[in-house]
């Protein structure tokens, strides 16, 4: 198998990995702990997260970032991952939620009902189209003054981390599933391309694996 993933073939794969996932912290740790910097999530209130995973993010957010009622839904196309994340979050049942979905669009939501869109190394592992529908689906459930967090592989600039990047995609070319489906990607061109404004963008290195973060609000129309 070769090219990105299906959401049917990500279910099945993330079905497998489970809770081993949690590993992936190793190198996807200083990233997040960026993107939790960069995120102002102290001032949000109602947070939606695709493909939450076990949902260790999720737990963090709601420990110690979010107002203590803020409210977060995750989706994700995995029902392992699902029941992982429901268990991990039951805690916070009343005001947290996660949804097993099938990956058609539209997502579940309302329009304008959450004013952060969280996506932590997901979108690496999208089909390049289907990523732009997921990135309108975004500006649709994000309220005018709401803001896109988003983590991603992204291909190393130097010395090992550039080796690394390499060698990982080459891996994906070969079978995704080997790599979980992700491979590095350019965040930023393509949220410029879909109309968003950057208002942060990083690149955190750990284990030489480079991670993109970047953090973006819908660009108003007419300048309004
Ligand atoms: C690489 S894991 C990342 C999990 C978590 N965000 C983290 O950083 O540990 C990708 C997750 O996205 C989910 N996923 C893949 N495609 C999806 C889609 N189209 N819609 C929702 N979730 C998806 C997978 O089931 C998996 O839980």
């Given at each position: 198998m070769s090219g990105a993933l299906s959401p049917r073939e990500a279910a099945?794969?993330?079905?497998?990995i489970g809770r081993l996932q949690d590993w992936q912290s190793l190198y996807e740790g200083p990233a997040?702990?960026?993107?939790?910097?960069?995120?102002?999530?102290?001032?949000?209130?109602?947070?939606?997260?695709l493909g939450p995973g076990?949902?260790?993010l999720a737990e963090r957010l709601l420990s110690d970032y979010l107002p203590k009622d803020a409210r977060y839904r995750g989706v994700d196309?995995?029902?392992?991952?699902?029941?992982?994340?429901?268990?991990r979050l039951h805690r916070w049942a009343e005001r947290?939620?996660?949804?097993?979905v099938d990956g058609s669009l539209p997502l579940p939501g309302p329009?304008?009902?959450?004013?952060?869109?969280?996506?932590?190394?997901v979108f690496d592992l999208l089909a390049p189209g289907y990523s732009v529908r997921v990135l309108e689906e975004a500006r649709r459930l994000l309220g005018q003054a709401?803001?896109?967090?988003?983590?991603?592989?992204?291909?190393?600039?130097?010395?090992s981390s550039r080796l690394v990047s390499a060698g990982w995609r080459r891996l994906w070319q070969l079978d995704a599933r080997i790599v979980g489906g992700c491979r590095p990607i350019d965040l930023?061109?393509?949220?410029?391309?879909?109309?968003?404004?950057?208002?942060?963008?990083?690149?955190?290195?750990a284990w030489s694996v480079s991670s993109e973060i970047v953090v973006a609000s819908p660009r108003l129309v007419g300048g309004q």
């Open positions: 099945c794969v993330y079905d497998r997040i702990a960026e993107l939790l910097r960069a995120g102002n999530f102290a001032k949000a209130r109602s947070v939606y997260e076990t949902g260790a196309v995995s029902p392992k991952m699902v029941r992982l994340a429901r268990e947290a939620r996660i949804d097993l329009d304008g009902g959450y004013d952060r869109y969280l996506a932590a190394y709401g803001l896109l967090c988003l983590v991603s592989l992204t291909p190393g600039r130097s010395g930023a061109p393509l949220l410029i391309a879909a109309g968003w404004e950057i208002r942060h963008r990083s690149v955190v290195q």
